[in-house]
Nanobody
C-alpha cells in the first residue's frame, strides 16, 4: 500500500508560480510512475502531467505544456510539480497518483494510488 500526501497548494495571482509536492510513504516509490491530475468545480478530473519511474521521461497535457515541469527525488520519495505562468483556468484540486504498471499515463484508471488533493486557486 502506498500513501500519497500532496502539499504546496494555495491562492496565487495569474502569472505567479507554485510548486506542488507529493510525498509517498512506500520504499518502493522508485518503482512507481507518478502522475498529477486536477479537478475544477463541476468538471471531470483531467490529466496534468506524469513522470516515469526513473524521471527520464515526462508527459504533459497540452494546456500546461511549456509552463509546468515535473521532477522526482527517489531518495526522498517525493515528486514535484513546478507550475509557472499560472492562469485562472489552472484552478482546481490537484491530485497526485502512483502506479506500478502504467499502461496509459494520461488516464486516471491506470493509477493504483491517489492522494487526497491540494487546492490551487489562481485569481485573475
Amino acid at each position: 500500500q502506498v500513501q500519497l500526501v500532496e502539499s504546496g497548494g494555495g491562492l496565487v495571482q495569474a502569472g505567479d508560480s507554485l510548486t506542488l509536492s507529493c510525498a509517498a510513504s512506500s520504499r518502493t516509490f522508485s518503482s512507481a510512475a507518478m502522475g498529477w491530475f486536477r479537478q475544477a468545480p463541476g468538471k471531470e478530473r483531467e490529466f496534468v502531467g506524469a513522470i516515469s519511474r526513473s524521471g527520464a521521461t515526462t508527459y504533459f497535457a497540452d494546456s500546461v505544456k511549456g509552463r509546468f515541469t515535473l521532477s522526482r527525488d527517489n531518495a526522498k520519495n517525493t515528486v514535484y510539480l513546478q507550475m509557472n505562468s499560472l492562469k485562472p483556468d489552472d484552478t482546481g484540486v490537484y491530485y497526485c497518483a502512483a502506479g506500478d504498471r502504467i499502461t496509459n499515463y494520461y488516464r486516471h484508471w491506470a493509477y493504483d494510488y491517489w492522494g487526497q488533493g491540494t487546492q490551487v486557486t489562481v485569481s485573475s
